[in-house]
């Protein structure tokens, strides 16, 4: 791994064993881009790549020069207004109302290692030789400002990240209108771009587009990352499948506002581009100030998606999750959410509790419910202590406590960023929540967003969430998050700050997760919203595990997961079991497909396990065994989609040690097919030399390349409901020596 500067061709070249990165100092002294893609050699000089030439209708950089145009080259962080006519990657506003810019290259910086963002989620090194950074310094000289473009490459990883930093030296102010995180421009246009949309409950869906000349794109403006848009694109190739060919992934290190896009222009080059929503930002910089763009991450793979997704799970297990859990075992545990609601008792609780320690689950979670005068969804938020006594008569420490006393770990449920009109924060300060002050707010869940831009709401918040989890034994967090913003103006700031409310409002959630984290380096968070509503990497640099989706039906979870899994790994996918009809979609699956599904996740309940029969007490039981087992393999393991339910009327996956001495494969059907076909799933990254036993038939012997060649053979009767609907199984394989 290196990054090389040549003198003489003013080139860049970042490379590791698989990927190369290749920037030039074009001939007006900003930067392009001439190659993204698998490693090549290192040479001097790629100056050839730099194509241009004359063309009717371009606009040049200088007079009777017809070699450069910006629009037809290449740029690296194209800027709007000097004669590239497609999407920007940044725009400011000076005093005078110009947009026009002119950054040049000033200098550059290489060094071992990566440095931290100060304030955001990023990816980490353990040790610098992990990584090789690069700072490309542009200066605009009328304005005296600097525009940093910083670059890291992986040694391990075929990744890069990239982000920028704006920082102000000039007398003038000026406006940034839009930062982005990171565009490239691509040399052709043969492409699909896959994004994952969807909606609350059927987060993450995988959809696959043509480009065409043109833009085509995605984003949020909700204030949050959200359920309808993943902050991720790729870009593939048409004949790109899950193993192999040519795919771009970037993603986004942010849980806020949004934008991706692809942009195919006149001549057939595409331009691919990551960062905060345009829309509503404005930033103001001052002398002296700067800003930071939040970190993109960009994956090539020529292994196709699945080759993809597994760079990004490795790199976001163990270079964005961080601190005491990243590579701790998960505690399985029961929710009592879609047991009870918020209407529980102590003794409800600690009933579901009795039988959860029972049946071998190690982590009670009191969702929603327990803090201020919630009776029901509008009031209580924004009050965290304990004020109904009936409810929870000695308090979060009492019930925290009695949990103990069963043997189990406590954990607890807040909503930090919300407020319901009745409560005492609301009535001591109504000023608190975003909107502006002539305007009425518009509630969602009857709730309201409170401004976390403004430092006294952090701190107020902060206070409280500390007192309960330093006076009780709480080792787990549940972070939700239930509405979308709107209204999005903080009484606290001037007018001309207001384009800033919406970053800073995410930054006052992830200082608050840092100070928390801080203060309880082992409090578990898993973080949620509406169930996947906020499932993005800046999120798990807090969090290591999501609530992956409120929708809990086996059967959706199965396109739920596995769209996830396009690029957030296992470890990170809190999944599980509840009861039937199925709360969200009224399905009634298996007990056993639940689970099957669960398993392929951060395992557990949500149901009332105090009601289960006997029977289901015993399969519960063996689950959890099951679970405790293998959890290793499933958080550390690759992870391989093997048929997509988006496709078809089964869906198979599986995951590998390391080692590839074991394996778990999920095999699921959706609707029975009467008198259906033979059926056989190929299956993927076993080693092909070694023989597996299948823990279906312990007598025959598996070669690994037979079962990934030939297939495994799906016997519907060794599956739960026989190969009816919503049947499924999980297999173990183990290597023979
Ligand atoms: C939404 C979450 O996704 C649920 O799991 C639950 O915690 C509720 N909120 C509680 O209000």
Redesign the pocket.
């Known amino acids: 791994m290196a990054v090389k500067y040549s003198e003489q061709s003013k080139e860049f070249h970042l490379f590791n064993g698989q990927i190369s990165y290749i920037l030039q100092i074009l001939p007006n002294g900003a930067v392009g881009n001439l190659y993204f893609g698998k490693r090549i050699r290192h040479k001097e000089d790629f100056s050839y790549l730099l194509e241009g030439g004359s063309r009717s209708l371009a606009v040049y950089t200088k007079e009777r020069d017809y070699f450069f145009s910006p629009q037809y080259s290449r740029m690296e962080y194209p800027c709007v207004g000097t004669g590239d006519f497609r999407e920007p990657a940044f725009e400011l506003r000076q005093e005078n109302g110009s947009r026009i810019t002119h950054f040049q290259y000033s200098s550059h910086r290489i060094y071992k290692g990566k440095e931290k963002l100060e304030g955001l989620p990023a990816l980490y090194v353990e040790a610098e030789p992990e990584a090789e950074s690069l700072e490309i310094r542009l200066t605009d000289e009328a304005l005296n400002l600097d525009c940093i473009l910083k670059y890291s490459i992986f040694r391990d990883f075929p990744a890069i990240t990239r982000s920028v930093n704006f920082s102000n030296r000039g007398e003038e102010r000026v406006v940034l209108e839009r930062v982005l995180s990171a565009s490239v421009d691509f040399a052709d246009s043969a492409y699909e771009s896959v994004q994952l949309s969807g909606a609350w409950a059927r987060e993450r869906s995988v959809v696959v587009r043509t480009l065409e000349q043109g833009l085509q794109g995605i984003g949020s403006r909700r204030g949050s990352s959200s359920a309808e848009q993943n902050p991720f694109l790729a870009i593939k190739r048409p004949y790109t499948n899950e193993r192999s060919g040519e795919v771009y992934g970037f993603s986004l290190i942010y849980s806020g506002n949004h934008i991706e896009q692809a942009e195919v222009d006149t001549c057939g080059m595409t331009r691919v581009q990551i960062g905060i929503h345009p829309d509503g930002f404005e930033w103001p910089l001052n002398r002296g100030e700067s800003f930071q763009s939040p970190e993109a991450v960009l994956v090539y793979s020529e292994q196709g998606l699945n080759g993809m997704s597994q760079v990004f799970h490795r790199l976001y297990r163990t270079r964005l999750v961080r601190g005491y859990w990243r590579d701790r075992e998960r505690p399985i545990l029961i929710n009592n959410?879609e047991a009870t609601g918020p209407e529980f008792t102590e003794e409800k609780l600690v009933e579901i509790a009795i039988k959860g320690k029972e049946l071998g689950i190690e982590l009670f979670v009191l969702?929603?419910g327990w803090f201020g005068n919630r009776e029901d969804d509008c009031r209580g938020l924004g009050d965290w202590y304990v004020k109904n006594m009936d409810k929870l008569p000695g308090g979060i420490q009492g019930i925290a406590e009695k949990i103990n006393g069963l043997g189990m770990k406590f954990g607890l449920?807040f909503e930090p960023e919300m407020v319901n009109k009745d409560s005492d924060l609301y009535r001591s300060h109504p000023d608190w929540i975003l909107c502006p002050p002539e305007r009425t707010p518009s509630p969602s869940r009857n709730q309201y967003v409170l401004d976390f831009s403004r430092s006294e709401v952090v701190d107020y918040i902060y206070r409280m969430m500390e007192a309960v989890l330093s006076q009780a034994p709480v080792s787990y967090v549940?972070w939700?998050m239930?509405r979308y913003m709107t209204e999005c103006y903080s009484r606290a700031k001037k007018p001309q700050d207001q384009g800033k409310v919406m970053h800073q409002y995410i930054l006052g959630v992830y200082g608050l997760y840092e100070r928390l984290i801080q203060r309880f380096p082992e409090i578990l968070f898993e973080s949620?919203s509406?169930?996947g509503a906020r499932y993005d990497p800046g999120m798990l640099y807090y969090a290591p595990q999501v609530?992956t989706s409120?929708d809990t039906d086996a059967i959706e979870r199965i396109k739920i997961q596995y769209g996830t899994s396009y690029v957030y790994p296992l470890s990170t996918m809190g999944a599980h079991v509840s009861e039937v009809p199925n709360q969200q979609v009224g399905r009634v699956t298996p007990f056993e497909t639940r689970a099957n599904v669960a398993m392929f996740g951060v395992f557990g309940y949500e149901l009332d396990l105090s009601r289960l029969r006997e029977e289901e007490a015993r399969i519960v039981r063996s689950q959890i065994m099951f679970a405790k087992r293998h959890r290793r393999l499933i958080m550390t393991g690759d992870f391989y989609r093997l048929s997509s339910p988006f496709q078809g009327n089964d869906g198979a996956w599986m995951v590998v040690s390391e080692d590839k001495r074991e394996a778990l494969v999920g095999w699921y059907r959706i609707s029975g097919i009467p008198n259906g076909g033979w059926i056989r799933v190929k299956l993927a990254g076993l080693a092909p030399e070694r023989n597996y036993i299948l823990d279906s038939d312990e007598s025959v012997l598996y070669g690994g390349d037979e079962l990934m060649n030939v297939g495994m053979v799906i016997k519907e009767r060794e599956l739960c409901n026989s190969g009816g609907d919503y049947s499924s199984r999980i297999y173990f394989l183990k290597s023979e020596e």
């Open positions: 959410w969702d929603d449920w549940k939700d239930n949620c509406s169930g609530w409120d």
